[in-house]
């Protein structure tokens, strides 16, 4: 059976603007699923057609905030290493995949470009900004669980884990705020209701979780089951 090609979206080096940036765990964790991955080179707006012409599916990774003024806000002080060019493809992917209903499964930072791109918008900054927020950014492995999160009956996301509540691990001081249009939410976080991930209904898959699960590719696959419904639906 054919691989299916699974476009993976890639930053900037944290230390050099001039480098290219992508953990291996995204390709790790898509390899073992079962699919072809083809790492995207930040490029224009106006290339995400013909690179989607090329996929059977979308995966955007995780990285560096997003321009608030990409949703009607000014930006809050601890926003930082805003890359332009990198928010402007992945918007335009993230349309595309969905006007076409190329399956698309986003994480951390991806899953605040899908909201944005469908209209949505973010909290900026959850330690000064949401009322009794839990930890969402503390010191540990990339695999350590930092809190749990609860997840909605009736959704995707609930289908493919097959459970109500999971551990997870947490790097991120942005998150969801209002979804965006034809988008649900399908989990928050315990303790504090911050959402965790989004999903639009109807679609071959269009899922974002605001955790890390490719962190875990080779460790318990707790969460290698969310490569697998990607690489499933991206089967031609």
């Known amino acids: 059976m054919t691989r299916?090609?699974?476009g993976i979206t890639i930053g900037y080096s944290s230390q050099d603007h001039e480098i290219f940036s992508l953990r291996d765990d995204y390709v790790r964790a898509v390899e073992r699923a079962g699919g072809l991955p083809l790492v995207l080179a930040p490029g224009t707006p106006e290339d995400a057609p013909a690179l989607l012409d090329h996929l059977d599916g979308l995966l955007l990774t995780g990285g560096a905030d997003l321009d608030p003024s990409l949703y009607g806000e000014a930006p809050h002080e601890t926003v930082t290493r805003v890359i332009p060019e990198r928010d402007a493809l992945e918007i335009a992917l993230s349309r595309e995949a969905l006007r076409r209903d190329m399956?698309?499964?986003?994480?951390?930072r991806g899953h605040q470009?899908?909201?944005v791109a469908t209209g949505g918008t973010l909290v900026q900054d959850l330690p000064s900004q949401w009322k009794g927020a839990v930890?969402?950014?503390p010191e540990g492995e990339r695999w350590?669980?930092?809190?749990d999160v609860r997840i909605l009956p009736?959704?995707?996301l609930r289908e493919i884990l097959g459970q109500e509540r999971v551990a997870v691990n947490s790097?991120?001081?942005q998150a969801v705020k209002e979804p965006g249009?034809?988008?649900?939410v399908s989990a928050y976080s315990e303790g504090d209701d911050v959402v965790e991930a989004i999903e639009v209904p109807g679609r071959r898959l269009a899922l974002g979780v605001q955790w890390h699960p490719e962190a875990f590719w080779d460790k318990d696959g707790r969460f290698q089951p969310l490569f697998e419904a990607l690489v499933k639906a991206s089967r031609r």
């Open 103 to 108: 399956p698309l499964f986003a994480i951390c």
């Open 171 to 173: 790097f991120h001081h």
């Open 113 to 115: 470009v899908l909201n």
């Open 135 to 137: 930890d969402h950014d």
């Open 181 to 184: 249009r034809g988008a649900v």
């Open 154 to 156: 009736g959704t995707r």
């Open 144 to 147: 350590s669980p930092a809190h």
């Open 4 to 6: 299916p090609l699974i």
